[in-house]
Every structure is written in structure tokens, then in C-alpha cells.
């Protein structure tokens, strides 16, 4: 039987990446993002006999019930990997110069939005034999993130969820993981600047002069590798696997490490 993907953020970036791999895979794909006229575009370059497309506010719930009826329609009522990776950070600053809705928008689409998804999808996934529920945090869940203070606390909080749920799904035959990337090529990195001189701490030449941003194709090897294996966070980049262990072993020196990197902007 052909295996499924169900992935949301599907119009760009991480999304997008790992939609156009598995379809090439074979995988049957469904593409699901706010941004209808980008789903559209991925869905002419997989074919649109290997997928299937739909508008969604990962914010509505019911938005959510109704994508994961036509996907179940799609499939025949089976997701082998529901792949829930919408995410935003528009703004990057101090957290006293990002705007109080924009923040409440980053934590509605960035954790709201990913509980939403694990509620609609948990009964498709009880029905697929050896299912995997993977989220999309960051390093950025494993450690101190000054600048994007608010994207982190919702990156923490989709690592406690995936957490509690790989525990608490388990009664169901259902995995739950999560990939944790280092600064990724996606349009995350076009986040705006809100502090007065200072830099974004999501724009490309400032990461590039600080440290390194990975392609996209890396992340989507790290989401074929999580649903292949049993681990549960999967730090993505020599950086993110050095940060996440000594964030274990020895906080301190990371959080020195984390002050240095952005010492220009707020130290």
C-alpha cells in the first residue's frame, strides 16, 4: 500500500522541500498552508495525480477538521506521517519593541496551531499501523534564544508537547518526534528587524557573518531519518547537535555561548 504524508507549511520552505522528496519517494501527499496560490505551485511541480492541496489556517480548528476529512478521503483513512511544521516569526528584537500582536500571532500559529493539528490527526493516526506524529521545533526549543524570546518559548513548549505525547501515544502504536533545525534557508529567515540598530536575529547576513545557515534539503534528510528511526528530538547540523548536548551537560557554557553570539544586540 502506498505510505502518506500529511504536511502543513507545505507552500514554502521545510514544507515544500519535504513535499516535492516524498512524492518523489512515492509517497501520496497532501499540501496544506494559509498560502493557497503557493500550495497550488507545489502541487504543478509534484503532479497533481501524486498529491492532493487545501487552504489552512493552522489557528482554526475547524479549518483542521475539515482538511484532515478530505486527506482521510485522499488515503482511504491512513496517514503513515503527519508532518505538523507550519510556523512563523515575522518580527526578531528586544522583547519590549515586538508589537503585543505579533507576538500573540507567533504563539497562536507556532503552538496553538501545532496543538490543533495533534488533536485533529490523532484518530487517522490510530488507524495507520507504526504511525509517526512528527512537529517542527528548532534548536531554538533546546536553548536560550535572545532576539526571538517569544518564537523560542513556543519552540520549548512543541518540545515538551512532543515530549508528553510520545509518552502518552504510545497506547495507540503512535510515534511522536520532532526535527530541531539550526538557522535553515525558509522565508523565517526574512523575519523584520523591530529594535533600532540593531540587526534582525533571523537575517541571513547577520547569521552568515555569526554562524552558519544550513540548506533546506538537509532538514527534509533529517525528516525521512526521524520517521526511519526511533528518536524523538533530531537536532539538524553539527551546531545544533553540539548546542543540544551541552545544553544537557553543562547549560552554562551555552548560555555564555548564546550571550556572545549576540552580545552587539543586547549584552
Known amino acids: 500500500m502506498t505510505k502518506s504524508i500529511f504536511i502543513t507549511g507545505a507552500a514554502s520552505g521545510i514544507g515544500k522541500a519535504t513535499a516535492i ?39 482554526d480548528i475547524n479549518d483542521w477538521k475539515n482538511a484532515e476529512k478530505m486527506f482521510s478521503q485522499y488515503t482511504g483513512g491512513t496517514c503513515d506521517l503527519f508532518f505538523n511544521n507550519a510556523g512563523i516569526a515575522n518580527f526578531a528584537g528586544a522583547f519590549e519593541d515586538i508589537d503585543v500582536e505579533e507576538m500573540y500571532k507567533i504563539i497562536d500559529v ?31 526549543g533546546l536553548i536560550s534564544s535572545p532576539g526571538i524570546s517569544v518564537y523560542g518559548a ?8 512532543t515530549e508528553n505525547l510520545n509518552i502518552e501515544f504510545e497506547r495507540y502504536g503512535i510515534r511522536v518526534a520532532e526535527i530541531n533545525p539550526w538557522f535553515t534557508e525558509t522565508p523565517i529567515l526574512d523575519a523584520k528587524p523591530v529594535t533600532n540598530g540593531v540587526e534582525s536575529q533571523l537575517d541571513r547576513d547577520f547569521i552568515n557573518r555569526k554562524t552558519k545557515v544550513y540548506p533546506v ?30 545544553m544537557r551537560i553543562l547549560p552554562s557554557m551555552i548560555r555564555r ?3 556572545k553570539l549576540f552580545k552587539d544586540s543586547f549584552i
Open 21 to 59: 522528496s516524498f512524492a518523489q519517494k512515492g509517497w501520496n501527499v497532501g499540501l496544506f498552508d494559509i498560502n493557497e496560490e503557493g500550495l497550488k505551485s507545489v502541487a504543478d511541480t509534484i503532479g497533481h495525480n501524486k498529491c492532493m492541496y487545501q487552504k489552512l489556517d493552522v489557528t
Open 110 to 140: 507556532n503552538f496553538k496551531g501545532v496543538v490543533n493539528g495533534c488533536l485533529t490527526m490523532l484518530d487517522i493516526l490510530k488507524n495507520t499501523h507504526d504511525s509517526l506524529l512528527l512537529n517542527t521545533s528548532s534548536v531554538a
Open 154 to 161: 513556543t519552540k520549548h513548549a512543541v518540545s515538551s508537547l
Open 217 to 246: 534539503e538537509k532538514v527534509v534528510n533529517s525528516v525521512w531519518s526521524a520517521y526511519t528511526s526511533g528518536k524523538i528530538h533530531n537536532p539538524i547540523g553539527f551546531e545544533a547537535k553540539f548546542a543540544s548536548f551541552f
Open 257 to 259: 555561548l548564546s550571550k
